[in-house]
């Protein structure tokens, strides 16, 4: 079984806990103290193709090549699929990447695609997404225990394995039992799926929103996972936990934008992403967050 503490900041942050979240609360962590490593704005694509020709699409290395279903498949609102959305993001992009999910399933698998990192296989990883959830958005946990629509997926790779065996990940999810004001994160399971942040408020209000994840692994197991959430307007909600993950995640190699799920959508919904930005241990490092 896992052991996840509360890893104190020193950056001014200060702990607020509840049942069942370990929450800390501040003004929104510093704009990012050097260039990202990959930066994707999905307004310089023109079209699906522009986007699967990219040097980060590696070929749409997707998590089919490791055995399991394939995420990537391309639709509109009442088909499901990924799409590139024409609108003006927070950051001024026309476009965006739509994450469709139609009523009802294709093979209970959501739209997803894969972003490998330029520098290959990393210990430690920083990413930034702005997004938006449509007001339709619940996984509907009701009589299922995870419903699993994994928002965000960093693939995990064992000690001893070949570079083309993934065989975990670290998952972030979006109200996992509709309680939407909920964000779900772990390593492998570990410490539980259960472990949450709470926003302050439900997610789904089709409104932007900025999302900061910190991941490190190392060789002994040990593992910090940090999520800061920010609304782009009040005070945003921080959480980072400390402990034991699997011996045997050492690495992760690439990013996928959304992943599995256990349960039909019941109604068309969509989770919209902006820019992508990725910072790699040996590549650019910590972007200086403080956290």
């Known amino acids: 079984m896992a052991s996840f503490t509360i890893k104190p900041t020193g950056n001014g942050k200060t702990a607020v806990f509840g049942r069942g979240q370990n929450r800390v609360s501040s003004n929104s962590s510093p704009q990012s103290s050097r260039a990202p490593d990959l930066e994707i704005n999905w307004g310089s694509y023109a079209n699906q193709a522009a986007v699967q020709a990219a040097s ?94 994994k928002a965000i997926f960093l693939s995990t790779l064992d000690a001893g394995t070949s570079s083309g065996t993934i065989n975990g990940r670290s998952s972030l999810k979006y109200g996992n039992n509709g309680d939407m004001n909920h964000l779900y994160y772990s390593v492998n399971s570990q410490p539980s799926d259960a472990v949450y942040t709470d926003c302050g408020y439900n997610i789904n209000d089709n409104q932007w929103f900025r999302q900061r994840y ?78």
């Open 214 to 291: 910190h991941l490190k692994l190392n060789s002994s197991g040990g593992a910090i996972i940090a999520v800061e959430h920010w609304d782009l307007n009040g005070v945003p909600t921080f959480s980072q936990q400390t402990g034991s993950t699997p011996a045997t995640a050492v690495a992760s190699s690439y990013m996928l934008i959304g992943a599995n799920r256990n349960k039909p959508a019941l109604a068309e919904m969509y989770i919209d992403t902006e820019r992508v930005s990725i910072w790699c241990g040996s590549g650019a490092g910590d972007p200086g967050w403080g956290f």
């Open 56 to 149: 980060w699409a590696n070929g749409q290395k997707t998590y089919a090549n490791q055995g399991d279903a394939d995420y990537e498949f391309w639709g509109d609102s009442t088909a499901g699929g990924l799409e590139l959305f024409a609108t003006t993001g927070p950051n001024g992009q026309t476009k965006v990447l739509r994450q469709n999910f139609a009523i009802g399933a294709v093979g209970f698998s959501s739209p997803g695609i894969t972003i490998a990192y330029p520098t290959g296989y990393e210990t430690e990883v920083w990413y930034e997404v702005f997004r938006r959830v449509s007001t339709t958005f619940d996984p509907d946990g009701s009589g299922v225990d995870n419903p699993d629509y």
